[in-house]
């Protein structure tokens, strides 16, 4: 089953504009990481978080996260039309084992 | 380029039949993640080995099997295939022997079963 949970599921926007994607889960974690897939390529590294810290950046990006409310956000500023892709949490809850746990993604459309 | 590697791209098959996809890690990873990606079940965790070890299991189906080879690379055996396998299967790799850190992974297989 899946831990992480993004909403919304798809997203359009212009180009210039932020998007701003969320995501919650259900366990303890020690790190969120977001990843991102451009349609039918693997999964790529954005960022991660630990547990303890509750905002990070990275360019563009920028991701919070709220381990009492149990959700992220992922900032995405003065978007390009080449970030058109999925974007998913990930996290690594235990299951028996760490697992790195990922959600349903969000679609995001950026337009030209 | 993540550095993983992944045979064949492209995989086309009946039902009942049995294949196998290849995985090499990053060089200097010591795991190996296999994930199953279909439209309906989002990206799920199959298997992780660690060093030739297994080391985590999630929603495996007994039809599937994997290992580590000494030299590290990973091999996903998937039998008695269904349509329902029918989905893209991505191997990742990382140093450690949690997936606490960045996965890389590879740009996957995708295996159609008719």
Same mark, same amino acid.
């Given at each position: *089953?899946?831990? $992480?949970e993004?909403?919304p599921?798809?997203?359009s926007i212009q !180009?210039? #504009?932020?998007?701003?994607?969320?995501?919650?889960?259900k366990?303890?974690i020690?790190?969120l990481?977001w990843?991102r897939?451009? *349609?039918?390529r $693997?999964l790529?590294?954005?960022?991660?978080?630990?547990?303890? !810290?509750? #905002?990070?950046h990275?360019g563009r990006?920028?991701?919070t996260?709220?381990t009492s409310?149990?959700?992220s956000s992922?900032?995405?500023t003065a978007?390009?039309a080449?970030?058109t892709?999925?974007?998913f949490?990930?996290?690594?809850?235990?299951a028996?084992?760490?697992q790195?746990?990922f959600?349903k993604?969000?679609?995001?459309s950026v337009?030209? | 380029?993540?550095?993983v590697t992944?045979?064949?791209?492209?995989l086309?098959t009946?039902t009942?039949q049995?294949?196998t996809l290849?995985c090499?890690?990053r060089?200097g990873d010591?795991s190996?993640?296999?994930?199953q990606?279909?439209l309906?079940?989002?990206?799920?965790f199959?298997?992780?080995?660690?060093?030739?070890?297994?080391?985590a299991?999630g929603n495996?189906?007994?039809?599937?099997?994997?290992q580590?080879?000494?030299?590290l690379?990973s091999?996903?055996?998937?039998s008695?295939?269904?349509?329902?396998?029918?989905?893209?299967?991505?191997?990742?790799s990382?140093?450690?022997?949690?997936?606490t850190?960045?996965?890389?992974?590879g740009?996957?297989s995708?295996l159609?079963?008719?």
């Amino acid at each position: *089953s899946q831990q $992480g949970e993004e909403d919304p599921q798809a997203l359009s926007i212009q !180009e210039g #504009e932020n998007a701003t994607m969320n995501c919650s889960y259900k366990t303890s974690i020690n790190n969120l990481q977001w990843y991102r897939q451009n *349609s039918g390529r $693997g999964l790529v590294h954005l960022i991660l978080i630990r547990s303890n !810290e509750r #905002e990070k950046h990275s360019g563009r990006l920028r991701v919070t996260l709220d381990t009492s409310k149990k959700s992220s956000s992922l900032l995405i500023t003065a978007s390009r039309a080449a970030d058109t892709a999925s974007y998913f949490c990930a996290t690594d809850g235990w299951a028996g084992s760490y697992q790195l746990t990922f959600g349903k993604g969000t679609k995001l459309s950026v337009i030209p | 380029d993540s550095g993983v590697t992944q045979t064949p791209k492209h995989l086309i098959t009946a039902t009942g039949q049995r294949v196998t996809l290849r995985c090499s890690p990053r060089s200097g990873d010591l795991s190996v993640y296999w994930y199953q990606q279909s439209l309906d079940q989002g990206l799920q965790f199959l298997i992780q080995y660690y060093n030739g070890e297994e080391r985590a299991k999630g929603n495996i189906l007994e039809r599937f099997s994997a290992q580590q080879f000494p030299d590290l690379h990973s091999e996903l055996n998937l039998s008695s295939l269904e349509l329902g396998d029918s989905a893209l299967y991505f191997c990742a790799s990382s140093y450690r022997d949690n997936p606490t850190g960045e996965l890389f992974f590879g740009e996957g297989s995708r295996l159609t079963v008719l």
